[in-house]
């Protein structure tokens, strides 16, 4: 989701991403609080007519208003006057995870294995943002057609698969639709595609040339993939 979608303004956003579902909102601060989206009590999705209390950075239930606070801890049950009950309650926490603001997206770090207390053992590369920041990149621009649901492993099994970009990518589309110019012009104006996948710490420079800053770290948890396009005709 990108990052100016998610406001501080005491609003909850919904998302279903990578298998599971997030409530994601800010606080008071600007800070990027992404949850399980399923309040603990009776399982009510809290990116579904949740409430943010912005002046205790805290999340309100739809259904019962029990509230939590940022990192997930029961705070309040407005029906049990007695707070020391409500600290004594077994509510087991709302799963928090890592999150953050990078290049104009709201990032999240998932993994299927690892407990809430669990960091990352990498991070985003702090390139991307210094470039952006100095001007070398710039975000093109944003136009929605609407949402196609995908994996991370789409991506990952595609870049290996360069067959297919010579039968799939090879034509060209009228602009911001995916509806394709008609076949007598493609046969004019093709589109060539020269591909390369390379892991991370696996860069060969006889092969693919010295490695500039702008690719980053030799990291494992990367992967790069070249595309040199060209137009043919």
Not at 35 to 57: Q, S
Not at 62 to 83: A, C, M, Q, S
Not at 136 to 144: A, G, I, P, Y
Request: hydrophobic letters at 35%; glycine letters at 8%.
């Amino acid at each position: 989701v990108d990052s100016d979608e998610v406001k501080a303004d005491g609003k909850v956003t919904y998302i279903r991403a990578i298998g599971q579902n997030f409530a994601i909102w800010r606080t008071k601060e600007g800070e990027p609080i992404v949850m399980n989206a399923y309040c603990p009590h009776m399982g009510a999705n809290l990116g579904v007519g949740g409430k943010v209390l912005l002046k205790d950075d805290c999340i309100k239930c739809p259904f019962h208003e029990w509230t939590f606070d940022k990192n997930g801890n029961l705070v309040d049950i407005p029906y049990i006057k007695d707070k020391q009950k409500v600290e004594r309650m077994k509510c087991k926490p709302i799963t928090k995870y890592i999150a953050k603001d990078f290049a104009g997206l709201l990032c999240v770090y998932f993994h299927a294995d690892h407990t809430q207390e669990d960091e990352p053992d990498f991070d985003l590369p702090a390139f991307v943002s210094e470039e952006l920041r100095a001007k070398q990149w710039h975000c093109h621009q944003k136009t929605t057609l609407g949402c196609l649901p995908l994996s991370p492993v789409d991506w990952v099994d595609q870049s290996g698969d360069h067959g297919h970009f010579a039968t799939l990518h090879s034509h060209f589309l009228v602009p911001y639709t995916r509806y394709p110019f008609p076949q007598w012009f493609n046969k004019l104006i093709g589109i060539s595609h020269e591909c390369t996948t390379i892991i991370g710490d696996k860069w060969n420079e006889k092969l693919h040339g010295p490695k500039t800053p702008y690719y980053g770290h030799d990291c494992k948890h990367y992967i790069y993939f070249l595309d040199k396009a060209g137009i043919i005709w």
